[in-house]
């Protein structure tokens, strides 16, 4: 027990790593989250600050996990116990819930990906080309069973590439599944910002409204950076306890950061260009993607064909984050009680279906509120913005201050890479990311 470190599974080359991690960051949350998030909160002065927050104190956390990751070679739980143990291993619990909690939820959402991906060509541009998406997505949401039909799909096809393993599951799946996603999403790109009227989109998306900012802009930008990196929850710490020693770590946090960054700046150039040029609102909130872009697909050209691409664009980048997420429970399951990965899988994916359920049902308004939110708003509240950026304080904390000549070493391959921002990664995970979380989370803790 709590010791997988031998014959434990790795990934096959950087690059499969590379994707790996890459498609555990790149999810829903780059998508569908970050371009209405941007236009709640100022347009491109948002993005800016969103940038030095992931730059910064993301990158630095990210590669605090990979070292811990690989220094263990354990999971979340097992790798705290093993290279300090003391209450240490309550923050790998802490990930371990938080995985639980929000594969819950996420795996609703992405279920709606499959819904749309189909009614992309069963009458939802037609509904669209009325203005209408919108009543397509009140019936669907509040019609349970489907909800929750499409939610136990997209679970079944997550559980079954975490079954199957590291390299021949996530690893094989992510090779692929992450360059389809960047040709859609330069498709989309392309399409967008080549119709008529797409520079007020532009403008829109471009020009810094700095009236905007304030407290809770950044606030709202570090919850963003710490879910979007998938960071704070030992995610990363799973993911690089399947790495070789030979890795070069600093880059590959620099590399996956700047995919992450990357994905959702590029999301915003293929939405809304696309909205103004057809004088849509760029409906504010969640409901941008479910119901603006399919009224904006329906007056394109060949808009059933763009609407089935963006949505299977969503699905894969919602695919390759619920593998990750399921991975750091099974990991757990798997080093620490002894389970197999059929078991841990096909187990632990059935109860987080079954937690999932009162998410879907919410939506509908067939569950009751918790405290005036929606049951998925509760639960998103809770995991991204009081577990993750407790994580990642005690992340930083602990690779600061208690393990900090071990980090160094093990970032560094015992010396034998050059690292060219130590110094700054060592004064940020002992100062900067504790504190900093630590103030907007003291701030900006609103239910
Ligand atoms: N990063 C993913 C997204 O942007 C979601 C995700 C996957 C995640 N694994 C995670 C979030 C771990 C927090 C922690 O959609």
């Not at 709640?40 to 811990?68: D, N, P, R, T």
């Not at 696309?274 to 808009?303: H, K, R, S």
Request: hydrophobic fraction near 55%; charged fraction near 10%.
């Amino acid at each position: 027990m709590g010791n997988g470190t031998e014959n434990r599974e790795q990934w096959g080359s950087r690059f499969g790593f590379i994707m790996a991690a890459a498609g555990s960051a790149v999810g829903l949350g780059n998508i569908w989250r970050f371009p209405y998030i941007t236009g709640q909160h100022g347009g491109a002065a948002f993005v800016l600050v969103y940038a030095a927050i992931v730059f910064s104190i993301g990158v630095s956390v990210m590669l605090a996990e990979f070292v811990i990751g690989r220094a263990s070679g354990l999971n979340a739980v097992g790798a705290f116990k093993k290279l300090r143990g003391g209450a240490w291993p309550i923050v790998g619990w802490m990930g371990v819930i938080a995985g639980f909690i929000i594969l819950s939820f996420y795996g609703v959402i992405a279920g709606w990906t499959i819904a749309y991906m189909i009614k992309s060509f069963t009458g939802l541009m037609a509904a669209g080309a009325a203005g209408k998406a919108g009543d397509v997505f009140g019936a669907f949401v509040t019609n349970a069973p489907q909800v929750v039909a499409y939610q136990v799909i997209f679970m079944v096809v997550t559980i079954w590439i975490v079954y199957k393993g590291i390299g021949e599951g996530i690893e094989k799946y992510c090779k692929i599944m992450m360059p389809a996603l960047f040709v859609i999403l330069f498709v989309l790109i392309v399409r967008g910002v080549t119709l008529p009227g797409a520079s007020k989109g532009l403008e829109f998306y471009l020009s810094p409204d700095w009236s905007k900012l304030n407290g809770a802009t950044v606030f709202a930008a570090l919850g963003q950076a710490f879910f979007s990196l998938s960071l704070g929850m030992g995610c990363m710490i799973t993911y690089g306890s399947y790495l070789s020693k030979k890795e070069v770590l600093p880059s590959a946090a620099l590399t996956v950061a700047a995919l992450d960054t990357s994905v959702a700046f590029l999301a915003g150039f293929a939405i809304f260009p696309a909205v103004f040029a057809f004088g849509i609102e760029p409906g504010a909130g969640p409901g941008l993607t479910f119901v603006t872009l399919p009224n904006v697909f329906a007056q394109m050209p060949g808009g059933m064909f763009f609407s089935f691409l963006f949505f299977l664009l969503l699905f894969f980048a919602a695919l390759t984050s619920s593998v990750s997420l399921l991975e750091v429970c099974v990991a757990y399951f798997k080093d620490e009680m002894g389970w197999t990965r059929e078991k841990a899988s096909w187990l632990l994916g059935a109860v987080i279906t079954a937690l999932g359920i009162p998410s879907a049902l919410s939506l509908g308004g067939k569950f009751p509120k918790i405290a005036g939110k929606d049951f998925l708003d509760a639960m998103d509240f809770i995991s991204s913005n009081v577990l993750l950026p407790l994580g990642g304080i005690f992340i930083a904390v602990f690779v600061g201050w208690v393990w900090l000549e071990s980090g160094k070493k093990e970032a560094n391959n015992e010396g034998k890479v050059p690292f060219a921002w130590e110094t700054a990664w060592v004064w940020i995970v002992r100062i900067v990311a504790p504190v900093a979380i630590a103030w907007i989370f003291v701030k900006g803790l609103k239910w």
